[in-house]
């Protein structure tokens, strides 16, 4: 893909300013389909043409949602980048605003023009169950913090005093509405064809269940954003790294911080459930802590064996087979 112009884009809940890095140019708009329209006439005005250029913007979350819909709807190319990997790019900066932010986007967003990956439509049911798996996850941790002040308050008051009375009525009205997206999930995926047979052959991975196939399946796009498990498992933070320079630094590989955590954490929590009912993953646990190594290593080795398990049945497009000859 060629592209004659790179367009920052840094997004708001209300506004949006646009930086042209050729033309040294900048639009602010508002964050609305109105503001979307304005931005077209922008580059009309500039003699720019929609199919040479990309517009970059950092994850917003659901301040690019009307944006992204309105950009595919046009036919514009754009790529969503880290706000970490602009901010390493620019070196030391003084001074910030939206302006300048979108300026400096723009000025990465030119240098990394030959590696710029373009965006690829989300299926629909895949951003609705992004939606919903991303506000399970809210009321859950919500809920997990008010069980957490109740048991505190029963140390201290009465079991019938009111303030832990309205907390417990909260905490059913949050069980009921998690029961509900629950619910809407599981519908959603089963009326996906090829969302739902992903889904069962990921549950036939002892370790992998519900929670972690609908993460799973929402974060590779239906397995179809990352080409193998390696790339995906430096995506969630799990896949080891050398550190070594010359001949005075060597250090253990160790897995890098910047990842998905919340992957990371499902993954942390799918290995341990492994470990408890695979055979093999059991048996191979317990023979690494034999040998001397190092618990949290042997953890995120067999968070890699559950990974790549994933991407092989997968692959494959047949459930997974526990083998109980390495066990018996």
């Known amino acids: 893909m060629k592209l004659q112009h790179i367009i920052g884009a840094d997004l708001s809940k209300e506004s949006i300013d646009l930086a042209s890095h050729q033309l040294q140019t900048h639009l602010k708009i508002a964050n609305t389909v109105n503001g979307f329209g304005q931005m077209l006439k922008w580059l009309r005005q500039q003699k720019i043409n929609c199919s040479d250029v990309m517009i970059v913007m950092e994850h917003t979350g659901l301040y690019s949602y009307h944006m992204e819909k309105f950009l595919y709807q046009h036919q514009i190319s754009f790529a969503k980048v880290s706000a970490l990997a602009i901010k390493r790019s620019l070196g030391l900066v003084r001074g910030k605003n939206d302006k300048i932010d979108a300026q400096r986007i723009a000025r990465y967003g030119f240098e990394k023009k030959d590696v710029l990956v373009p965006a690829k439509k989300p299926h629909e049911a895949i951003k609705r169950l992004q939606m919903l798996h991303s506000t399970r996850n809210r009321l859950v941790r919500q809920r997990a913090s008010l069980k957490c002040a109740v048991k505190e308050y029963k140390s201290v008051t009465k079991q019938s005093d009111l303030i832990i009375e309205s907390q417990l009525i909260l905490i059913k009205s ?150 109980y000859l390495q066990t018996t």
């Open 174 to 323: 949050f069980s009921q509405q998690i029961k509900k997206i629950e619910t809407q999930i599981t519908e959603l995926i089963t009326k996906q064809q090829e969302v739902n047979q992903n889904f069962q052959l990921l549950t036939s991975i002892k370790g992998v269940g519900e929670v972690v196939a609908t993460a799973a399946i929402i974060k590779t796009g239906n397995f179809t954003r990352f080409m193998n498990g390696r790339k995906f498992a430096c995506y969630c933070g799990t896949a080891p790294f050398e550190h070594s320079s010359g001949k005075s630094i060597r250090r253990k590989t160790r897995v890098s911080h910047l990842a998905d955590k919340q992957m990371k954490t499902l993954l942390d929590q799918s290995a341990k459930t492994a470990i408890q009912y695979d055979k093999e993953l059991k048996s191979f646990y317990e023979r690494r802590l034999e040998m001397g190594k190092s618990k949290k290593s042997t953890i995120n080795i067999v968070r890699n064996k559950i990974l790549y398990r994933m991407f092989a049945v997968i692959k494959r497009q047949t459930p997974f087979v526990e083998n």
